[in-house]
């Protein structure tokens, strides 16, 4: 079984920062995508950042130049770097991962439990 932990969440203010981290466990073979997503109370999931196995990344449009996505292959773990955080950024943040398990023949998709990240005044 695989499974994903998130950490990092909390309260900032806006133009603060926050690191959230995403930690994949179970017997893993290979990790396709690691991604974070996010849900607003009353709004729908949203991709925020992705990143494949070679590096290549992408980003929604209104987190580019503020958030940073990177990932660790060798240690199944993905980080988000967030900066100057907006009050919009408010949500519950969720890790995304496609894995494959040792002995599977498919990649499964794996949820995190997720981290709510708050920006107030």
């Known amino acids: 079984q695989v499974q994903l932990a998130e950490s990092g969440g909390g309260s900032v203010q806006p133009g603060g920062s926050l690191r959230l981290s995403c930690a994949a466990s179970?017997?893993?073979?290979?990790?396709?995508?690691m991604a974070w997503y996010r849900q607003a109370p009353g709004k729908q999931r949203e991709l925020v950042a992705l990143?494949?196995?070679?590096?290549?990344?992408q980003y929604l449009d209104s987190v580019k130049d503020r958030f940073t996505i990177s990932r660790d292959n060798a240690k199944h773990t993905v980080s988000l770097q967030m900066n100057s955080l907006e009050l919009e950024d408010t949500a519950v943040y969720l890790c995304y991962s496609e894995i494959l398990p040792e002995s599977a023949r498919r990649y499964l998709e794996v949820w995190g439990q997720g981290t709510l990240v708050n920006v107030s005044s």
């Open positions: 990143e494949y196995g070679d590096g290549t990344t």
């Open positions: 179970g017997s893993i073979y290979n990790i396709h995508i």
